[in-house]
Nanobody, 119 residues
């Protein structure tokens, strides 16, 4: 059974840093993409950062230059390093993977971890 387990959220002051972790209980080579999304109450879930099979990455404009996505294939882990945090970064953060299996793509989500940035 595919399972994604996030950790590392918390409360931090503006300008501070946090590192989110996602344990991927799934074979990384089978994945098309891996990424982080975030959601605040009343808003749609939005893409923060994505790591695409082959090594390319993409970031939301609002986090570019401050956040970095990384994947550790040996440990089956994905990370989101968040620096220079702003109150607008406050949200529940979700890790996500897209897996290709028998020609069909499947989406999997973690349970979410809360990040709160105080001003």
């Amino acid at each position: 059974q595919v399972q994604l387990v996030e950790s590392g959220g918390g409360l931090v002051q503006a300008g501070g840093s946090l590192r989110l972790s996602c344990a991927l209980h799934i074979s990384i080579p089978s994945l098309i993409s891996m990424g982080w999304y975030r959601q605040t109450p009343g808003k749609q879930r939005e893409l923060v950062a994505v790591y695409i099979s082959g090594g390319s990455t993409n970031y939301a404009v609002s986090v570019k230059g401050r956040f970095t996505i990384a994947v550790d294939n040996a440990k089956n882990m994905m990370f989101l390093q968040m620096n220079s945090l702003k109150p607008d970064d406050t949200a529940v953060y979700y890790c996500h993977v897209e897996r290709l299996y028998s020609g069909i793509s499947y989406d999997y989500w973690g349970q979410g971890t809360q990040v709160a940035v105080s001003s």
